[in-house]
C-alpha cells in the first residue's frame, strides 16, 4: 500500500485533532495544563528567560509582570533555571 501525500496531511490534522480534544477535556475537567519547560521558554538558549521570551507563552492566572517578577528571586530582570524550579504557581480554589 502505498501513501499518498494528502493521506498523509489528513493522518495528521486527524492526530492533531484528537490531541486538542483531549487537551479540551482535561481543562473542562479543571485540571492543570502542563507546565512549560525551562528550555521551552528559553527560545533564545542562552540559559536566562528575559521578559520578553517569557511574555511569549499563556499562563493561567496573573499578568505576565506580576509572576515573572515573582520567579525574579534576585531581581536581575532575567530568571535562571533554578528560579524557575523553585517557583511554586498558585494553587486553584
Avoid: C
Amino acid at each position: 500500500m502505498r501513501f499518498l501525500p494528502h493521506k498523509i496531511i489528513i493522518a495528521t490534522l486527524l492526530l492533531t485533532s484528537i490531541g486538542q480534544v483531549y487537551a479540551k477535556g482535561d481543562q473542562e475537567r479543571g485540571e492543570r495544563p502542563q507546565r512549560p519547560t525551562f528550555a521551552s521558554i528559553d527560545t533564545n538558549e542562552d540559559g536566562e528567560i528575559s521578559f520578553d521570551e517569557f511574555s511569549q507563552h499563556e499562563i493561567p492566572m496573573g499578568d505576565h509582570e506580576t509572576i515573572f517578577a515573582e520567579m525574579d528571586s534576585d531581581g536581575n530582570d532575567v530568571i535562571d533555571e533554578d528560579e524557575f524550579d523553585s517557583h511554586k504557581p498558585p494553587r486553584r480554589r
